[in-house]
């Protein structure tokens, strides 16, 4: 089994930062992606970004040139560094893998850590 544990998540003023960490453990033999998504009260769940192993990196049109994904493929952590927050920013903040524990691939997600942007 895989596990993902967030962290970092907190109440920051606008135009602050707050760098979330996800740190994957377990039985893994591959982490062929490694993302995180992010879901407001009565909304959908929506891509942040996300880091794949051979397609580089992408992100949601909202947080370009202000988040930054990065990956310790050594720790198996995955972090967001997210700068110059705005309020629509505030949100539950998923950590998702695709990793190969077993036979084949799977989707893991971590339970979430709550980020407030306000002042």
């Known amino acids: 089994q895989v596990q993902l544990v967030e962290s970092g998540g907190g109440l920051v003023q606008p135009g602050g930062s707050l760098r979330l960490s996800c740190a994957a453990s377990g039985n893994i033999v591959t982490i062929y992606v490694m993302g995180w998504y992010r879901q407001a009260p009565g909304k959908q769940r929506e891509l942040v970004a996300q880091?794949?192993?051979?397609?580089?990196?992408n992100y949601a049109d909202s947080v370009k040139g202000r988040f930054t994904i990065s990956r310790d493929n050594a720790e198996n952590t995955v972090y967001l560094q997210m700068n110059s927050l705005k309020s629509e920013d505030t949100s539950v903040y998923y950590c998702r893998g695709v990793i190969k524990s077993g036979p084949a691939p799977a989707e893991y997600w971590g339970q979430g850590t709550p980020v407030t942007v306000s002042s």
């Open positions: 880091i794949a192993s051979r397609a580089g990196t």
